[in-house]
């Protein structure tokens, strides 16, 4: 099984990308670590103890442990010390996959957490430097979709969520303080729920969720795809 790391600007961008995608490698035995950049707070409806709740709560749902790192939310900036901070997180969990948000995106916070987690990789590898944990070089960097811009997505694998869409809403429902009590943000949810149909729909399945990559995937056989 693999030690997987799963990095959000805020909580809720994790469990709005790839909620289902988590709860389904829970169930099949990862150990997966979501990683917040940021608290999220300031919002209109929420506290920093609202948020710490409700982020307590998704993490529960998912069945996943997470990590705070800390930063301020909407200065989040690309600097050196943010990068050895994402690496040596990724080296005490000795993460071999990492999930980061698609770079294309409206937020600074989102991109910027892009730009840092990709080169955090790099940097966890690095033997002489001072970081906790032991050097490991991540094998797979997986982008999923938690866009603001009105990005439609040209994803380079699907994952079957079928079985895990009513896991994936009932985590994002935690939040009720940014989906739940803001009447704007209710039309999140079904929202979500027709891009997962969709997606679903191209690989033949009820619920899928899109994945961006940059680097090959290697096959040895094709018993994993969806035929």
Known sequence: ?????????????????????????????????????????????????????????????????????????????????????????????????????????????????TRIVEDARFDAKLTKIALPGKPIYPKWLIYYYCTHLRHVANPAICIDISEQIDTKIESILAYESQFVVPEKNRHVIDWLKQMNGYMGSRIGCAFAEPFFMKEPVGLTDLDSLVM
């Open 1 to 113: 099984m693999a030690n997987i790391l799963v990095a959000g600007p805020h909580p809720d961008d994790q469990e709005l990308g790839m909620g289902g995608t988590i709860a389904r490698l829970v169930s099949q035995g990862h150990n997966v670590l979501l990683l917040d950049m940021t608290n999220g707070e300031p919002t209109p409806h929420g506290s920093p103890q609202i948020r710490e709740k409700e982020w307590t709560t998704a993490a529960h749902i998912l069945g996943v442990q997470r990590r705070m790192l800390g930063l301020p939310n909407r200065e989040v900036q690309h600097t050196l010390e943010a990068r050895y901070a994402v690496a040596g997180v990724i080296r005490e969990h000795q993460a071999s996959v990492v999930f980061l948000p698609f770079s294309e995106d409206a937020h600074p916070d989102h991109r910027a957490t």
